[in-house]
């Protein structure tokens, strides 16, 4: 092992930052980076994480699929593969996708190295540096930082308990026209936010793809979770309405395991070969051994029936975090009550700083992200996303409890009750 | 199945051009991408490819080795890992980095997605529109798509059978510069190098590091074939003489099997941060299931004995190639004689032009790649490659038979000889 040799410092050169592309400047530490690391600490109640909790998996039958792969398909699986992914899987995509009323054509599928490539390739092929980016008002970390590598300039559009709010979308579009910004597509998570847990009704995705299609703006619908749902069918994707003006963006990281980095893209026709050429650039091409090993599950198993045993698992933990909201939190304290997904979205009181809370949460036991995270201009430091979907239900409870206890004293020094 | 779903054709968004980046203008199909669908045929010799030859990989151990990741570490092979890669086969890969004279320190290598990310990664932190990329003539095809993505300028350096010409690059670098250019990056490939399978002597790395250290130029070592020597030890890396100015690219592509699509970077300590996070932007982490399942073949297999199987295979179909290009091919055309890897660079008289030979070599049920492929400005018209590593000997040795019989037709039609 190298593992022992001294690294001699030498610092920056002086003149590196010259020689970095432009966009490099946007390549920045995100602020949850450095909590990461803490959070994972085992006497932490980690309630800041996106991890899919994998207890409900059965590891013996993956391991019999991935053995047989390879002993029956290894010359295949082991080898390059397709650009776009491989041919039975994007079939088998689309059965994944008739779950939410789309019907798609395989040669409109393309498989990424998990939807965050997805959303790079998007990128890539859309934004020139200070184009407009629409994204919920908060939205998915990893997106923003994606669209901030681009160079692009996201333009935040109001939610309330039903997701994105319509109104505020078109008022959005007028006043960046106004201001001549050139609009590039509209970012959003209609299932189960991703961070605020909320649920977008049928009536809101009708009228704001009409708005998109009307003005010309690409939608590019993220939707790990929407399988994910407690209660009820899974809702129609917006996809399923609208096959020309939506892209359409799932993974298997929440349904199988994000340790394979399997998602996809659906996409207009018009856009699949500029998409296969930037994934063949970024990446050569989708790992078959990980695409095969999905296809081989998706064959054999009951996959349907392992959703079924994960979203279980996951409204116990939603519940346990609810009750514990209510029973702890200070009424002056609202959140979200998602009906799936992964995530409780807090809003505190405004005198309150969640990321300035964060040590003395850590000191209690438990770690979240703070609000500003998702949001591209500073808003947000006033909440705060709590997630439910890996911690034990009594870690959970236990978590919820401590955090109450910093959130209380925080606002009795600052005299909020 | 939704693959009987018929798909309306609509065309291409009027509009559409213009709301793509600029970038996007880059993104076309290559020469080389309808004749791969062509050389696949089974009736074809194809010599065109580069995928390297599976069959002396043992999968029934293959296969327990994936079995036992998974039955014994699934929880971990499964979920979200390290955006920098996994931190026991970064030291692993160390080891491996060792066999070329290599110190490296875990911290500094950066596990990706094949090394085509690793170029993409090192593209997107440096390269500005504009910008100019030195690399070898012909180069890799690969490398040159993405850095056209990222709309660089290719300046082209000489070469001989000994590699790039140290004398070329100063007169490249001086060149560029008086013209007001900024010079990025020196990208080359010094063993066995991809199209021409030549290798570059000790004295002239020395060199080429001096210059390119002189003129405050980075250099990209890809070193995908350097284990794959067929007669020596491996050469020294670049890198082992300078670990400030050199970007080192690995994979396990060639030397395990490349469905995992594991490669890494081992870069400059001033540039891992800025790597790690577009690595994050662009596919958040690499896959834990495809870096453990080549840790743990790495940690319990005789892996430098598989690599010399390997090698040995490589070395019977060289033989092959060259015995059937020197009884056959005529005496006009001129080939490289390489000592390792997986490639046969052939240039004919300069009236042969190579891509419009190719449908009559497909007549003759023989591919290969056309060299303007390997040039980012239209030169090699008379040049291709020639690929011995996948088919049998039997079928290179038919394949060359074939192509000389297409070759010298194309000669007496020009009145050659």
């Known amino acids: 092992m190298n593992g022992d040799i001294t690294r001699i410092h030498t610092g920056t050169p002086e003149n590196l930052t010259e020689r970095f592309a432009t966009r490099a400047a946007q390549m920045k530490p995100s602020e949850i980076r450095s909590l990461f690391a803490v959070a994972s600490r085992p006497d932490i109640v980690s309630l800041a994480g996106g991890m899919p909790n994998l207890s409900a998996l059965p590891m013996e039958m993956m391991s019999n699929v991935v053995a047989r792969l390879i002993s029956e398909n290894g010359a295949e699986a082991l080898q390059y593969g397709s650009g ?13 996708m008739a779950l939410e009323g789309i019907r798609a054509h395989p040669d409109d599928v393309i498989v990424t190295t998990g939807s965050q490539q997805a959303l790079d ?22 997106a923003l930082g994606t669209f901030a590598q681009y160079e692009a300039q996201v333009v935040h559009v109001a939610m309330d308990n039903d997701g994105l709010i319509p109104d505020a979308l078109r008022e959005a579009i007028t006043t960046t026209r106004a201001a001549g910004r050139h609009i590039k597509f509209l970012y959003l998570i209609p299932n189960y936010q991703n961070p605020m847990g909320v649920l977008l009704p049928a009536d809101r995705r009708t009228e704001i793809l009409e708005i998109c299609r009307d003005a010309g703006i690409f939608v590019i619908e993220d939707n790990p979770y929407g399988l994910l749902g407690f209660d009820r069918p899974s809702p129609n994707a917006m996809r399923a309405q609208d096959s020309e003006n939506v892209i359409y963006l799932g993974s298997f990281s929440k349904t199988i395991a994000p340790g394979f980095r399997v998602g996809w893209a659906l996409v207009p026709q018009s856009l699949k070969e500029k998409i296969v050429i930037a994934s063949e650039s970024s990446i050569l091409c989708p790992s078959n051994f990980s ?8 064959s054999d198993q009951p996959w349907r029936d392992q959703i079924a045993s994960f979203t279980q698992l996951y409204k116990v933990r939603r519940d346990a975090m609810l ?14 009550r998602p009906k799936g997904g992964f995530y409780v979205w807090v809003t505190l009181p405004p005198e309150i700083d969640t990321k300035v809370m964060m040590p003395k949460a850590i000191v209690a036991k438990v770690a979240y992200v703070p609000g500003t995270a998702f949001y591209a201009d500073g808003f947000g430091s006033w909440s705060m996303r709590l997630s439910y979907c890996y911690p034990e239900p009594e870690r959970i409870r236990a978590g919820i409890k401590s955090l109450a206890g910093v959130v209380k004293q925080e606002m009795e020094i600052r005299g909020l009750d």
Chains 1, 2 share one sequence.
Do not use: N
């Open 323 to 336: 009750e514990s909201l209510d029973q702890h939190f200070p009424a002056s304290a609202t959140w979200t």
């Open 291 to 298: 695409q095969l090993a999905i296809s081989s599950y998706l």
């Open 121 to 142: 390739l998007i990128s890539r092929i859309f934004i020139d540096p200070g184009d407009v980016i629409l994204a919920e008002a908060p939205s998915y970390v990893g």
């Open 84 to 96: 776009q992914g491989h041919p039975k899987l994007r079939e088998q995509i689309c059965d994944v």
